[in-house]
């Protein structure tokens, strides 16, 4: 049976989250792309290409921290080689900036947070976007935050850094249309992962989800799905936009 993403190759940056990245990889290779799961923890994105492997599905490892940008570029390359280039890319990869106040947060803890979502993602999507437009193809999916849409009162450079990928795909979408790439970002709302469990903490997490519109706070499976509709041909005639599934909660207002 054929699956719509068959013939092509996906990369996620932080694939090997034990939340939304493995998520993200098992949907796209659940609809046959082949999957790079790329994370700087080896074994994390090891364990979900096995994962991936014993579900049927196609994918390798691919290790580096993607804020190390000379070194990551040169492994990137030396994938899009032996891959023949990705056809559609997941800028997934993050870090927590969750519960700081604006004069708790210096200038190092700026800048990380603008290398890894920000630089890193520019890097890369600038890497694979010439075998797209060789291709006429591709799909960019950029992870935001539902911060975005409405900021957080304690996390103002982790939403200053999502707010820019809302700005490039907006950019890019409009640069590399007439090249048939789609470009979309998905600003999920508040869910428990290892980043959120270590900033916001549990009791907080249970709060907000119990006030949502739905009593819970979201699952990966809730954003995997998004993606790989992003990710898929249903959705080509989609582009420059951002989809946030975040359980109603913009419609209450938390
Ligand atoms: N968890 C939430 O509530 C939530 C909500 C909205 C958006 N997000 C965003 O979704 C993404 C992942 O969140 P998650 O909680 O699902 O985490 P996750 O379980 O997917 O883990 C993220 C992975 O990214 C990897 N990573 C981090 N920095 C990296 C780097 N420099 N190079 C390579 N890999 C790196 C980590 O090793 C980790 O495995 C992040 O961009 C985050 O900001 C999370």
Redesign the pocket.
Same mark, same amino acid.
């Given at each position: 049976m054929t699956k719509p993403l068959d013939g092509k190759t996906a990369l996620v940056?932080?694939g090997?989250?034990?939340?939304? %990245?493995?998520a993200h990889c098992l949907a796209l290779a659940a609809k046959g792309a082949h999957v790079i799961v790329?994370?700087?923890?080896e074994d +994390?994105a090891a364990a979900v290409v096995t994962d991936i492997h014993a579900h049927g599905g196609s994918a390798e490892p691919m290790a580096?921290?993607?804020?190390e940008l000379d070194p990551f570029l040169v492994s990137l390359n030396e994938v899009i080689s032996s891959t023949g280039g990705i056809d559609i890319l997941v800028n997934?990869? %993050?870090?927590?900036g969750l519960s700081t106040p604006l004069a708790d947060i210096d200038q190092d803890f700026f800048d990380r947070m603008m290398n890894? +979502?920000v630089k890193?993602s520019f890097f890369i999507t600038q890497a694979v976007v010439p075998e797209m437009k060789a291709k006429g193809y591709g799909k960019i999916i950029n992870?935001?935050?539902?911060?975005c849409l409405y900021g957080s009162p304690l996390a103002s450079h982790?939403t200053a850094a999502?707010s820019a990928l809302l700005g490039l795909t907006k950019s890019w979408a409009r640069e590399l249309a007439s090249f048939g790439i789609r470009v979309n970002a998905v600003?999920?709302?508040?869910?428990e992962?290892?980043?959120?469990r270590a900033s916001v903490g549990g009791a907080l997490l249970k709060d907000q989800g119990k006030a949502a519109p739905f009593g819970r706070l979201?699952v990966?499976d809730d954003i995997a799905g998004v993606v790989a509709f992003l990710a898929g041909p249903e959705s080509d005639f989609i582009s420059g936009q951002t989809i946030s599934p975040n359980g109603g909660n913009t419609i209450v207002g938390i």
């Amino acid at each position: 049976m054929t699956k719509p993403l068959d013939g092509k190759t996906a990369l996620v940056t932080g694939g090997g989250g034990p939340a939304m %990245g493995s998520a993200h990889c098992l949907a796209l290779a659940a609809k046959g792309a082949h999957v790079i799961v790329q994370d700087m923890r080896e074994d +994390h994105a090891a364990a979900v290409v096995t994962d991936i492997h014993a579900h049927g599905g196609s994918a390798e490892p691919m290790a580096g921290d993607i804020t190390e940008l000379d070194p990551f570029l040169v492994s990137l390359n030396e994938v899009i080689s032996s891959t023949g280039g990705i056809d559609i890319l997941v800028n997934h990869a %993050g870090i927590s900036g969750l519960s700081t106040p604006l004069a708790d947060i210096d200038q190092d803890f700026f800048d990380r947070m603008m290398n890894v +979502h920000v630089k890193g993602s520019f890097f890369i999507t600038q890497a694979v976007v010439p075998e797209m437009k060789a291709k006429g193809y591709g799909k960019i999916i950029n992870i935001a935050s539902e911060f975005c849409l409405y900021g957080s009162p304690l996390a103002s450079h982790y939403t200053a850094a999502k707010s820019a990928l809302l700005g490039l795909t907006k950019s890019w979408a409009r640069e590399l249309a007439s090249f048939g790439i789609r470009v979309n970002a998905v600003a999920p709302s508040l869910m428990e992962s290892e980043l959120t469990r270590a900033s916001v903490g549990g009791a907080l997490l249970k709060d907000q989800g119990k006030a949502a519109p739905f009593g819970r706070l979201a699952v990966p499976d809730d954003i995997a799905g998004v993606v790989a509709f992003l990710a898929g041909p249903e959705s080509d005639f989609i582009s420059g936009q951002t989809i946030s599934p975040n359980g109603g909660n913009t419609i209450v207002g938390i």
